[in-house]
């Protein structure tokens, strides 16, 4: 079955740093992969997404970078201010797969 | 919509009791994950259905742990017994379809002690 690791775990930024969280998978057939942010008490919510013809999707301080070949892909976030902490979830999903999530990166970003 | 609704927010119980989580998705929704999420494990999926049938229960910890679907607005997940180690925050999703933005609930806090 599909496996799904996200690093880091916990990631501390200095506030208009950038941070940069990885997910990897194994399975060749997946095809949509979306990230979450939870805030604190808060529910998942979609932030972005990308799916597998695309190498990478922007919006506004946020990107995402897909590696097919490698099997990983990036959220960037960009002059990270501190609304931005939060946990951040990546999640990959194929058309007839279960929709499986990382375990989460705290990040923290420092004023 | 109102979005995918949960009940109860919070639940305390004994260790023993049966519990009852809810969960109402959004009209039109195909699909219906039921995730248990704790520091430890993270968003763990448990199960989930595709126009009411269940597809993957492989998550489910234990038979103690049972969900259904009697039909597109309503889902159950039910422990019975409930321990300690239920003890967890559960989410309700529902998507379109399985390739696209999954839409969260409130979730239900539970705590068996």
């Known amino acids: 079955g599909e496996n799904v690791e996200q690093h880091p775990s916990t990631l501390s930024v200095q506030e208009g740093d950038s941070a940069v969280i990885k997910c990897t998978y194994s399975d060749s057939a997946s095809n949509y992969f979306p990230w979450y942010k939870q805030e604190l008490g808060k529910r998942p919510q979609l932030i972005i997404d990308?799916?597998?013809?695309?190498g990478e999707k922007k919006d506004q301080r946020i990107a995402v970078t897909l590696n097919k070949t490698a099997k990983h892909f990036s959220l960037h976030i960009t002059e990270t201010q501190p609304e931005d902490s939060a946990v951040y979830f990546c999640a990959v999903t194929s058309g007839t797969y279960k929709y499986i999530f990382g375990t989460g990166t705290r990040l923290k970003v420092l004023a | 919509d109102a979005g995918v609704i949960q009940s109860p927010r919070h639940e305390v119980t004994e260790m023993g009791q049966e519990v009852t989580l809810r969960c109402k998705p959004i009209s039109g929704h195909d699909y219906l994950f039921w995730y248990r999420q704790t520091m430890m494990r993270g968003l763990e999926l448990l199960i989930y259905f595709n126009n009411n049938v269940p597809i993957d229960d492989s998550g489910m910890p234990e038979d103690r742990f049972s969900a259904k679907m009697p039909n597109a607005s309503f889902s159950t997940l039910k422990i019975q017994p409930s321990e300690p180690r239920d003890s967890a925050v559960y989410f309700c999703?529902?998507?379109?379809?399985?390739?696209?933005?999954?839409?969260f609930g409130q979730g239900t806090r539970l705590t068996v002690v």
């Open positions: 999703a529902s998507s379109l379809v399985l390739d696209t933005e999954a839409f």
């Open positions: 990308i799916r597998s013809n695309v």
